[in-house]
Each structure stands twice: as C-alpha cells, then as structure tokens.
C-alpha cells in the first residue's frame, strides 16, 4: 500500500468519525466532491494546501491526517 492509498483510508476514517459525508467534508475544505473522493481512493497526491483545508474542515491537526 503507497502512502496516498494509506492517506486516503485516514481521511474516510477521519471523516466518518465526525459523521460527515463526502459532500459535507468539501463544502466544509472548500473542495469539490469528486476530488475528497480521488483522495480517498488514493488517486490523488495532495498538496500541503489542501492537508490544511482538510485539517480545518475536520477540526483536526495535519499530524492526525498522516498518523497511520
């Protein structure tokens, strides 16, 4: 497993434990769906940008995004 996919199934898991769907995570990070999905899929690479979005959205610190 390559760090994308391993990022990808933190963010779902991160996501799912504060009961937010695709859709309520990229209006909350300023992301459209299609790509919170790419990530979870593991397809996308993301940039620290968009860790940050994704670590405000979800109220977290960028460390919980890659402690896996």
């Known amino acids: 497993m390559d ?9 779902k898991t991160l996501r799912k434990e504060k009961g937010l ?8 990070s300023g ?3 299609p ?3 790419g990530i979870e899929q593991g397809k996308r690479n993301v940039s620290l940008e968009v860790m940050d979005k994704l670590a ?7 460390g919980e995004l890659v402690d896996f």
């Open 31 to 33: 992301l459209n769906r």
């Open 35 to 37: 790509y919170i999905s």
């Open 56 to 62: 405000e959205a979800l109220k977290v610190g960028i």
């Open 3 to 11: 760090i994308k996919e391993k990022f990808g199934i933190r963010l």
């Open 21 to 28: 769907s695709q859709e309520e995570l990229a209006e909350r």
